[in-house]
């Protein structure tokens, strides 16, 4: 709400039978989040994860949203996207979790993310095999990166190695020269 983001609220737990939906609708007002079955603009759905009901109309919910919303990503360009998660395996190196939010990530790919810059040696999807590419809003894990980088970076494709390892190295530069004026503000 704070980021002005369109929201649809996943009412859950619809499976048992104190379950009162209409309950949870009107405490969402104290939050100022006004759902559409008391004339808001707020679309919510009744769900429960444990039976699955309501599942397949919160997916229709998104879909609808995002039409109307015209939330579309370009697959023809240079991929960007956000790290989730990183860590250092042994055997493979870092590792990182990426989920492409935009253009399509491809084996051989040069690549800044965060402080650290890569080329992408291997793609994994969500089921544990190798593959070539990753299109928008694929989650696939990237070998190749020359160390670990944070959960949150924006992982971007470049032209060049040397454009890559200049990026990382200023950031990290950066976050060295920032950290030195955070330690020295504190001796002081």
Request: zero cysteines; proline letters at 3%; a negative charge.
């Amino acid at each position: 709400k704070a980021a002005k983001v369109s929201m649809i609220v996943s009412i859950n737990i619809m499976d048992r039978p104190a379950a009162d939906a209409q309950k949870v609708r009107t405490d969402f007002l104290q939050h100022a989040v006004i759902v559409e079955q008391i004339s808001g603009e707020v679309q919510d759905v009744e769900v429960s994860a444990t039976t699955g009901q309501g599942l397949d109309l919160l997916l229709e919910s998104i879909a609808l949203q995002s039409e109307i919303l015209e939330l579309k990503a370009n697959p023809n360009r240079a991929a960007s996207g956000a790290v989730i998660e990183a860590q250092l395996d042994i055997g493979r190196g870092p590792v990182a979790t990426v989920l492409v939010q935009n253009g399509t990530l491809k084996l051989g790919d040069i690549f800044v993310v965060g402080e650290q810059w890569g080329k992408v040696r291997a793609l994994i999807n969500d089921a544990g095999a190798r593959i070539q590419t990753a299109g928008p809003s694929t989650p696939v894990e990237v070998l190749g990166l020359n160390g670990t980088p944070e959960a949150g970076d924006v992982i971007n494709v470049v032209d060049t190695e040397a454009q890559a390892r200049e990026i990382a190295e200023y950031r990290a530069q950066a976050a060295k020269d920032k950290r030195a004026a955070a330690g020295a503000a504190t001796t002081l």
